[in-house]
C-alpha cells in the first residue's frame, strides 16, 4: 500500500513513517498543506494520513479542497483537537475517521486499514461514529456512554480503556496492548493502574445488569463481550 503521510512535526512524522515502513507500506511524506496537496494531486495513493494543524494551508482547507476535486482516497485525520465539534468539523469535511493526538502506532494502523478495507469493499467510506457490543453502545462524537437505557458517566481515560477495549471487542487484549494504546506507555511502569481502571469500568459497566461484558481473562489479560 501506498500512503501519503501530510505532517510538519518530525518527531511524529518520523514516528509514523517508521511504522508503516516496517508494516510494509511505501511512504511518501509532505510537511506542509500546499506540498501535500500537490502530492496528493498529483500522484496516487492508497490512503492519506492527514495532520489537523499544518503550515502553508490548514489540514481542513486541504481536505476539503481534494474532496471537492472529487478526490475519495480513503483518508486518516489526525487531530490535537479533542472537542467534539472540531472532530465533527473534520468528518463533516470529508475525512474517512480521526485520530486524536497522541495516539499509538497499533491504533493508527488499525484505524487506516480500516478506512482502506471499507472502500476497497466497495462500501461507503462512513466515519465509524459509534461503538456497539451487546446493549453497550459508545458514541465516539458525543462521548456518551450507555448500556441499555443507562447512560454511564466515564472519566476521560475511562472513556479512552472502553473505547479500545470495544474496537477489540471479543479479543484478548493484554497489559501490553492496554499500556500502549490507552496509556502511551511502550514500557511496564510496574503499577496497577490498569487493575485499578478496569475494576472501576467494569463497575459502571456490568454492575446490575445479568450479563457481564467485561471478563478477565486469568493469566493473559482482559475481552470484552459476552
Known sequence: MRVLLIEDDAHTAAFIAKGLREDGHAVDHAGDGRDGLFLATTERFDAIVLDRLLPGL??????????????????????????????????????????????????????????????????????LTRLRVA?????????EARRGERRIELQPREFRLLEYLMRQAGRVVTRTMLLEAVWDYHFDPQTNVIDVHIS?????????????????VRGAGYRLGE
Request: glycine share 10%; hydrophobic share 40%.
Open 58 to 127: 490548514d489540514g481542513l482547507v486541504v481536505l476539503r479542497t481534494l474532496r471537492g476535486a472529487g478526490n475519495r482516497t480513503p483518508l486518516l485525520l489526525l487531530t490535537a483537537l479533542g472537542e467534539v465539534d472540531h472532530r465533527v468539523e473534520g468528518l463533516r469535511a470529508g475525512a474517512d475517521d480521526y485520530l486524536v493526538k497522541p495516539f499509538a502506532y497499533a491504533e493508527l494502523s488499525a484505524r487506516l486499514d480500516g478506512i482502506v478495507r471499507r472502500a476497497r469493499d466497495g462500501e461507503e467510506a462512513a466515519p
Open 135 to 143: 446493549d453497550l453502545e459508545l458514541d465516539l462524537l458525543g462521548r
Open 200 to 216: 472501576r469500568l467494569r463497575q459502571k459497566i456490568d454492575h446490575g445488569f445479568a450479563r457481564p461484558l467485561l471478563h478477565t
